[in-house]
């Protein structure tokens, strides 16, 4: 048997669990563990420069792929860095493994340098967390990380390694574990016969159903067969701000997304519906709006892998614990074999009712010559890139019109910070996406506000190569907060006007990349163009649109779903 | 409604600061937390009394169950079930209440552990609300300090939660 230092375990640990990127920051505590990744080619390290990017890189790949992200900072305010990151992929349920340096194990409380508490620090943001104690334990801890982050629910996991366990001079048997025992630890992999027959006899028998589906859709790699399942029951469908691109926006059956800002049928429809067939959403707040008053017509069919997430809000009629993969094959071969139908006068019915939603708002914006609207943007960036570029957004008005207006077809597509609201995620997301797909086009779409937050990348982008296209929808103000302040507080911007902007263009410059600022909206076509076509380069694309635009629709706050603000003056 | 939750516990660094953490975090109370090492040394046994609604109770063995440490866990106010709580309690004791002491312990079926010229330390064992009763029955006016183990349950019959 090989032996090998800590280090040099660690490192073999994620060669033999198939890791391609690490992305991350060196530092004291992790000096061992850099010394053997320098000393290897296969895992290749991209130096961020700022540990919550690093993160945040992962993340995004982590989305893009399906594969868990890896991140590797040092001790102390290296491992504190990470923790928005964290919280952001926790909230989501991305699979990440985050290796932290750790002062020696005799230091360990004694308030020794660049020392903090990482296993207690990240505990709430995380799935799990494991420290190493001995050196020989690493291989085994590593297959764990890496098993408990990617499967059942998945999630971040910590793994502190205080600096002694790495030491070089000290050297260890290696072999890497095929399998991890964890008796506690047994997530399910089918859902229960019984439950999902009477799911089936449900929806068959419903009147005015809905399927709403989250990012459990994505996570678990069950696209393809939801639309098989919405496509046989001709049913509409509806899904979160996470679940977009689960089912292709461009169908006749897709009613958008739903909830704060979804589409007026999306709201409608659910809250007009009979029955709702969940299939890995959790009920978010952001989509029930008051829960006492949620769909008051509807009996509910949940599907989740995680139990704790059904009837955590909003109770389920019919739970099923189970991978929505499996549940909804199930499913299937049970529409299949039924040899009852859906009643197609009611259905038919339901969807004139639907259609009537549909044109009543259909997403409609007002438009004029003299300013861009950001919507307009979204709109030309999808018709220009055939709806089928990587999405990484921001978090604010920005993300709720790219959520909104470019229509995604595929999973995986839509990478933005949804249960957190992580401003700053944007731009490393999208690097840690154009990172392992080079030939794909990858737009970050941002506003003035967030991108400020993580603005220090582009120095990454220029070391790596990334050519990501940044679109800045500038409206010189914290959109969001201003929106709400306009509606809630009677305009008073506090706090909400970014005075002293600097000059984007002159700043990508300056750290060696392109800048376009389109200020006309004459020249938006022809110039996203021009940026589209500079495939080689990362272009921050500065746009100045309308100041004073508002998201809609805007659920009425504490009403129910189907309270909504469709313009600055009109509610329903 | 008080729920007496038990847990079978991986006994390992952290896995106990995981439970509490989660009550805190997920804003649910803990009245009483007893926790020590089974006969397998491998496994803690923790008791955590809390209140809550049944949504919220539904949702504290959910949360618990997802902690990978978390082993097995029974809610044992669903069965029949028997809790202890030991009490240590020292009592001002002078002159005649000496007497009026000795004899409200043996009616609460106690044990006098120590003595001193105007102190009684009285050991007691019981579910809370006999504790209570004796904290009751001899006034507090006379309790110079009191010392609560916190609940500890199991489930009567044959049910028993182990591996």
Not at chain 1, 219 to 235: F, M, N, P
Not at chain 1, 453 to 471: A, D, F, G, R, W
Not at chain 1, 522 to 537: I, P
Request: charged share 25%; glycine share 8%.
């Amino acid at each position: 048997m090989e032996l090998l230092s800590g280090a040099d375990m660690l490192i073999r640990s994620l060669q033999d669990e198939g890791i391609e990127y690490i992305y991350g920051y060196p530092g004291g505590a992790a000096l061992h563990i850099y010394d053997a990744l320098f000393r290897q080619d296969k895992v290749k390290h991209i130096l961020v420069r700022h540990e919550q990017a690093a993160v945040h890189m992962a993340d995004g790949y982590a989305r893009a792929t399906g594969k868990p992200g890896t991140v590797l900072v040092t001790s102390g305010p290296g491992a504190t860095n990470t923790i928005t990151g964290i919280a952001t992929a926790f909230m989501d349920s991305i699979p990440m493994v985050v290796l932290c340096g750790q002062v020696a194990s005799h230091l360990i409380g004694e308030d020794a340098f660049q020392e903090t508490d990482m296993i207690g620090v990240s505990r709430p943001v995380v799935k799990h967390n494991l420290s190493v104690r001995h050196p020989e334990e690493i291989p085994e801890v590593i297959r764990k990380a890496y098993y408990i982050a990617s499967t059942g629910r998945p999630g971040p996991v910590v793994v502190d390694i205080p600096k002694d366990m790495t030491t070089p001079n000290e050297r260890y048997e290696y072999a890497y574990p095929k399998k991890v025992k964890l008796r506690s630890y047994n997530p399910a992999i089918r859902g229960h016969a019984g439950q999902i027959k009477k799911a089936v006899d449900m929806l068959l028998a419903a009147r005015r159903p809905v399927i709403y589906a989250g990012g459990g859709v994505i996570l678990g790699k069950a696209s393809d067969q939801l639309t098989e399942l919405v496509r046989l029951l001709g049913y509409p469908i509806t899904n979160t701000l996470m679940g977009i691109g689960c089912y292709p926006a461009s169908d006749k059956q897709h009613l958008g997304w739903l909830g704060m800002h979804g589409t007026y049928e999306s709201n409608m429809a659910m809250h007009h519906s009979d029955l709702i067939l969940a299939v890995g959403a959790r009920f978010d707040d952001r989509v029930t709006n008051a829960t006492e008053k949620f769909c008051p017509g509807a009996r509910i069919i949940h599907i989740d892998i995680d139990p704790a997430s059904i009837s955590k809000t909003i109770d389920a009629d019919v739970p099923i614990v189970g991978p929505v993969d499996a549940v909804l094959k199930e499913m299937l071969a049970l529409v299949r074999e039924s040899k009852e139908k859906p009643d197609s006068d009611a259905l038919s019915s339901w969807w004139k009712q639907i259609e009537e939603w549909r044109a009543f708002h259909g997403m409609r914006y007002e438009t004029n010559d003299d300013v861009i609207k950001p919507q307009e943007v979204i709109e030309m960036l999808c018709k220009l890139t055939n709806g089928d570029a990587f999405v990484a957004t921001d978090v604010g008005q920005h993300q709720m019109f790219a959520a909104q207006y470019y229509k995604f077809d595929k999973p995986n597509r839509w990478i933005n910070s949804g249960g957190l609201g992580t401003m700053g995620f944007g731009l490393p997301a999208a690097m840690g996406i154009k990172l392992t797909h080079p030939d794909d086009e990858v737009l970050c779409i941002t506003g003035e506000g967030s991108i400020q937050m993580n603005i220090q990348e582009l120095s990454t982008c220029k070391q790596y190569n990334l050519p990501v296209k940044i679109i800045n929808l500038n409206n010189q103000a914290l959109g969001m907060v201003k929106q709400w302040q306009d509606m809630n507080y009677e305009s008073r911007h506090s706090q909400s006007y970014m005075e002293s902007l600097p000059d984007f263009i002159k700043l990508a410059e300056s750290y060696g990349h392109k800048g376009v600022r389109i200020e006309k909206k004459a020249d938006l076509e022809a110039k996203l163009k021009e940026v589209l076509a500079m495939k080689d380069d990362l272009v921050f694309v500065d746009i100045y649109v309308d100041r004073f635009e508002h998201v809609y629709p805007m659920q009425v706050a504490r009403g129910s779903m189907k309270d909504m603000w469709l313009s600055k003056t009109e509610r329903v | 409604m008080r729920r007496i939750i038990s847990v079978l516990l991986e006994n390992e660094p952290g896995a106990l600061s995981r439970v509490v953490g989660l009550f805190s975090q997920r804003n649910y109370n803990i009245e009483t937390l007893t926790v020590a090492p089974t006969e397998d040394e491998t496994l803690s046994r923790l008791t955590v009394t809390t209140t809550g609604s049944d949504k919220v109770i539904e949702q504290i063995t959910k949360q618990l169950n997802k902690l990978i440490e978390v082993v097995k866990l029974v809610d044992l106010t669903e069965g029949a079930h028997i809790e202890r709580e030991l009490m240590l309690v020292k009592l001002k004791a002078t002159g005649s209440q000496r007497a009026e002491i000795k004899r409200t312990v043996d009616i609460f079926r106690g044990q006098i552990v120590d003595v001193t010229s105007s102190v009684y330390t009285v050991q007691l064992a019981g579910d809370s609300e006999k504790l209570d009763g004796f904290i009751q029955a001899v006034g507090t006016a006379g309790v110079l300090e009191v010392v609560r183990s916190g609940v500890s349950g199991i489930a009567r019959g044959e049910k028993v939660l182990s591996l």
